[in-house]
């Protein structure tokens, strides 16, 4: 029985991905986005920048933006802070537009990836105690 149920599970997971592997982000119903799990969420969000990526990073350089929020194929917010917008401000967007509202953030710099330190091509032999 238990089996069944797996194969039962396996086959609603691959129609899933086969329906968000068709669909366009900016389609999905919002009740529909709002119930994906992290995985589907990933992909759903992979394939925003399959089919938009050229457009998202001109959209990047006509805001001089750090993030942006899309919403049914449009620029509905930049911010020069990639920590920006807060949770709230996207629930009311989403609430606003009926559609799902995709944050997207500029990659970080080499300071920020390294914890805030500057990152060196050279390697040093420092000890990583002190002797």
Known sequence: M????KMAEKAIELQQKEYLGNIDPFEIPLDYYKSL?????WFLTTRLFALYGGWIRTKFKEHSAEALVLCDKEV???SENRYE???ETITELEAQIGKPC???TK??????KLGGQSYKEETT???SRPM
């Open 85 to 87: 917008p807060s949770d």
């Open 76 to 78: 509905v917010y930049a």
């Open 37 to 41: 799990t992290s995985d589907e969420d």
């Open 125 to 127: 032999t420092q000890p």
């Open 102 to 104: 995709y944050v997207v």
């Open 107 to 112: 990659e970080p710099m080499i300071e920020e």
């Open 2 to 5: 238990q089996e069944v149920r």
